[in-house]
């Protein structure tokens, strides 16, 4: 019996990790956007400009990143000027 409940625990366990990590995922859907592709390029080239695509790589991209998200979902003041 105690095996029994053990096993249905594990099984319930399991299923509900599987789906809470499932749900967790984040989907990127604007990466393919092609507004998010040419924000991404603008960006990049202003990085180039001042210095910082080539002084921190990694701080770079996660800028870029952000901006082209926030622009690509808003469309709005924030971000509007790189999907010129």
């Known amino acids: 019996m ?3 409940i053990l096993a249905y625990a594990v099984i ?3 299923v509900v990790y599987f789906y809470s ?3 967790l995922a984040e989907d990127k859907w604007w990466e393919n956007t092609p507004e998010y592709q040419r924000c991404y390029g603008k960006v ?6 001042n210095g910082l695509h080539d002084r921190n790589r990694a701080m ?3 800028i870029k990143e952000q901006i082209c998200k926030d622009a690509v979902i808003s469309k709005g003041a924030s971000g509007g000027h790189w999907l010129k």
């Open 2 to 4: 105690k095996k029994r």
């Open 12 to 14: 319930i366990l399991s």
């Open 21 to 23: 990590s499932e749900s």
């Open 44 to 49: 990049t080239q202003a990085h180039k400009a």
């Open 60 to 62: 770079s991209i996660k």
